[in-house]
């Protein structure tokens, strides 16, 4: 089983392509759907006046819609038609899922930069999967084809990068305009420890269940700070931020590391504390939201 499959892909392919109009289907397929939600996601950065974004998703989404016409010009050329959309057996695999939407709708830490750091990882999930199929695949024809998407998806993903960096190089060029001094750092622990304080508080403003909900994390998460150790370097303003956003600092933190690092055990002890980080953004989402 390659390795990319088990790191990237959520799932592997629920089966192999049988020939090319399917994989010109399926291509099609998968482009078209990222190019939908990207537009989603671009309407609703406009509805929120959070035009920065709206750019970084409207760029996307054109950006999508010509890997469209690629893959529809090269079935042209290749088999004279359009891909066939019935010729999708099974179902299409996310490179952009409903739960990285999601995040992107509420997050109140989004920038262009992370944005782009999200469709990078789309892309990367794109190459895994038809990397995966090139590995499997019995007809030449389509693994050859495979290969080629995998070596496309590749070049999308050097170019996402390219203007992810050009997004970070932007953001402390204007921190630095601005007069900014570089912000001061702190660690998970103390960060943890600042929820857990955010925490106790609502616990004594809530009652009943959202009330012991509010008492359970609180130990969870004072518990998480013996966990930590000397994980994690924050900006420190990060202290006077809300508990929603202090957790959601948290969770991404436990997520990228555990997906950057190669020491297994601390690939283990990082993806438990983001299970339980997820889980207290959910709630402190949910509350937020009554």
Not at 25 to 39: D, I, L, P, R, S
Not at 52 to 65: I, K, N, P, Y
Request: aromatic content about 6%; glycine content about 4%; proline content about 4%.
């Amino acid at each position: 089983m390659p390795l990319l499959r088990t790191t990237l892909l959520k799932m592997e392919p629920a089966g192999t392509l049988q020939s090319l109009d399917e994989l010109f289907a399926f291509a099609n397929a998968m482009e078209q759907e990222a190019a939908t939600k990207y537009e989603e996601l671009a309407e609703e950065m406009r509805r929120q006046d959070r035009f920065d974004l709206f750019t970084v998703f409207s760029d996307l989404a054109a950006a999508e819609r010509e890997h469209v016409d690629s893959v529809q010009r090269w079935s042209q050329l290749r088999r004279g038609k359009l891909p066939d959309p019935a010729l999708v057996r099974w179902e299409v695999p996310e490179t952009l899922d409903t739960e990285a939407a999601t995040e992107v709708k509420t997050s109140r830490l989004m920038t262009p930069y992370r944005a782009l750091a999200m469709a990078v990882r789309n892309e990367e999930r794109a190459f895994a999967f038809w990397s995966y199929l090139a590995a499997y695949s019995h007809d030449p024809e389509v693994k050859k084809a495979s290969e080629a998407m995998a070596k496309e998806e590749l070049g999308h993903v050097a170019t996402l990068r390219r203007e992810r960096r050009r997004a970070y190089h932007r953001e402390q060029d204007r921190n630095a305009s601005e007069g900014r001094p570089p912000p001061a750092r702190i660690d998970a622990r103390r960060l943890e420890l600042c929820l857990a304080t955010h925490l106790e508080a609502l616990q004594r403003r809530l009652k009943g269940p959202a009330a012991v909900r509010a008492r359970d994390l609180c130990e969870q998460t004072l518990r998480m700070t013996n966990e930590v150790g000397d994980f994690g370097s924050f900006p420190g303003e990060l202290v006077r931020r809300d508990p929603q956003t202090i957790a959601e600092a948290l969770a991404d933190y436990y997520l990228d590391g555990a997906e950057r690092s190669g020491d297994a055990q601390l690939v283990a002890a990082l993806q438990e504390l983001a299970e339980k980080a997820i889980s207290r953004l959910a709630w402190l989402r949910s509350l937020a939201a009554e």
